[in-house]
């Protein structure tokens, strides 16, 4: 995970109830779906039809979606985005894989109450989604209860490459060359899982008819990069409108562009940081268990190397100078607070 490197990781999820239950003859079973999902509302991507860098949507009920499915396929929409998870919390429908379990993003989400980044994708062969990079510069995985997927994944900065004289990266990769870019092409079938970094561009299509189960994360090992990469939105954004930098509350401004832009800004932000830094530092002073998707338990060394990659980026979130114009209270306590943690803990 540290290296950043793309991986398939075989034989998942073989005992998964959705594994059993939502796949009959190698195709997602309607009959099943329809039962136990039917009303579920769902957003519908419409894979012909572009709307900025992504494609229109529509929000309908599971059973319309399904019941329509052959015109689906000619249509090629694609339910994607579904917070299953959130909607049924008590359906153990899948479980998280052990190497995917240090997970911030939807430790913080969950435990506040707030939309989660664990999805559902399905549909039929021919449905894609466009060339990006995840949210957040997150890590993202992927694992396929049937069907098959073809990625095309490359190296950080090589999407450069492909820009156009505007300076804007293709939405579509059909017919482009990718001869100067260094890249991978991977299939992945059933009951595979894929790993895909921080910062690889990436477009994606289904092959066959398919449902995955897909989340995307922040931890340890890339929280640094999610701070870079906020920070250079931010950089982004003040250029975008440097011609009002003398008026009246700029930087709050830029803050709220970047939110918009970016999903994160840098007050929500630190308390992010702030939150899995205090359940950690309880860890130790309160012997407070952390239990991820009631399963994986923290354990000592683990909470350590959480705590010095958050201090690692607070140090750096709180030397940046649009940080020093906000109202973040504490925030030296925090660092304080950590430094000591790590001090009286680490062996």
């Not at 509302?41 to 860098?53: F, G, L, Q």
């Not at 990436?202 to 995307?216: G, L, P």
């Not at 970047?258 to 309160?286: M, P, Q, V």
């Not at 750096?316 to 209270?329: D, E, H, K, V």
């Amino acid at each position: 995970m540290r290296l950043n490197v793309p991986c398939i990781i075989k034989n998942v999820g073989l005992e998964w109830e959705s594994t059993q239950n939502w796949v009959v003859e190698n195709k997602p079973h309607f009959c099943y779906l329809l039962e136990k999902y039917g009303n579920s509302h769902v957003t519908i991507y419409d894979c012909n039809k572009r709307h900025y860098n992504s494609q229109e949507t529509q929000t309908s009920m599971l059973r319309n979606y399904i019941n329509n499915w052959n015109d689906m396929k000619e249509k090629l929409y694609y339910v994607k985005d579904w917070h299953l998870q959130n909607e049924f919390p008590e359906d153990k429908f899948y479980e998280v894989p052990v190497y995917f379990s240090s997970d911030w993003l939807n430790e913080f989400l969950c435990e506040n109450n707030e939309d989660d980044y664990r999805f559902v994708y399905m549909g039929p062969v021919g449905t894609w989604t466009p060339f990006h990079t995840d949210v957040f510069t997150s890590y993202s995985w992927s694992i396929n209860v049937c069907g098959q997927k073809k990625w095309i994944l490359l190296y950080p900065g090589e999407e450069n490459k492909l820009k156009d004289n505007l300076g804007n990266l293709p939405y579509n990769l059909d017919g482009i060359s990718l001869q100067h870019c260094k890249y991978f092409e991977i299939i992945q079938n059933t009951n595979e899982a894929i790993f895909i970094p921080s910062r690889w561009y990436h477009q994606v299509w289904n092959m066959k008819d398919t449902i995955s189960i897909n989340h995307n994360w922040i931890n340890g090992c890339n929280i640094k990069s999610v701070w870079k990469s906020l920070e250079n939105n931010l950089v982004s954004v003040e250029k975008e409108i440097e011609d009002c930098r003398d008026m009246e509350d700029f930087e709050e401004h830029c803050q709220v562009m970047l939110r918009a832009s970016f999903g994160l800004d840098f007050l929500k932000f630190y308390e992010f940081l702030k939150y899995i830094t205090l359940k950690r530092i309880y860890y130790f002073e309160k012997d407070i268990k952390i239990v991820s998707f009631g399963k994986y338990e923290l354990e000592k060394n683990h909470a350590i190397f959480d705590l010095e990659a958050i201090k690692n980026t607070l140090v750096l979130f709180l030397n940046n100078s649009a940080s020093q114009t906000l109202n973040i209270g504490n925030s030296e306590n925090l660092l304080g607070m950590i430094e000591k943690c790590i001090d009286k803990n680490k062996n």
